[in-house]
Nanobody, 119 residues
Framework: QVQLVESGGGLVQAGGSLRLSCAAS????????MGWYRQAPGKQRELVAA???????QYADSVKGRFTISRDNAKTTVYLQMSSLKPEDTAVYYC?????????????WGQGTQVTVSS
C-alpha cells in the first residue's frame, strides 16, 4: 500500500504562483510514476504532470511552460510548482502514484487539494 498526503492548495489571483506538495509513504520503493491530476466541476479528471522513477517528465499542453513537476532526492515527495496561474486552472488537484507489481499496475490517490484562481 501507498499513502499520499497533499498540501499547498489555496486561493490565488490570476498570474500568481502556488506550490503543491505530495508526500508518499508505505511501499514507495516500487512506485514507477508519480503525478498530479486535476478535476474541475463538471469535467473529467485530467493529467497535469507526471514524473517517472527515472526522472522523465510529462505535461499537459495547457500547463507547459507554466508548471514544473519535481521530486526530492529520496523520491518520497513530489512537487508541482505552478506559475502564471489562470482562472481555468481552478480545480481540485490530486496526487497520484503508480506501482507496478507484475502483471498488475496499481493506482493510489491523495485526498485532493483545492486550487482556486481568481480573475
Amino acid at each position: 500500500q501507498v499513502q499520499l498526503v497533499e498540501s499547498g492548495g489555496g486561493l490565488v489571483q490570476a498570474g500568481g504562483s502556488l506550490r503543491l506538495s505530495c508526500a508518499a509513504s508505505g511501499n514507495i520503493a516500487s512506485i514507477n510514476i508519480m503525478g498530479w491530476y486535476r478535476q474541475a466541476p463538471g469535467k473529467q479528471r485530467e493529467l497535469v504532470a507526471a514524473i517517472t522513477s527515472g526522472g522523465s517528465t510529462q505535461y499537459a499542453d495547457s500547463v507547459k511552460g507554466r508548471f514544473t513537476i519535481s521530486r526530492d532526492n529520496a523520491k518520497t515527495t513530489v512537487y508541482l510548482q505552478m506559475s502564471s496561474l489562470k482562472p481555468e486552472d481552478t480545480a481540485v488537484y490530486y496526487c497520484n502514484a503508480k506501482r507496478d507489481s507484475f502483471p498488475r499496475r496499481y493506482d493510489y490517490w491523495g485526498q485532493g487539494t483545492q486550487v482556486t484562481v481568481s480573475s
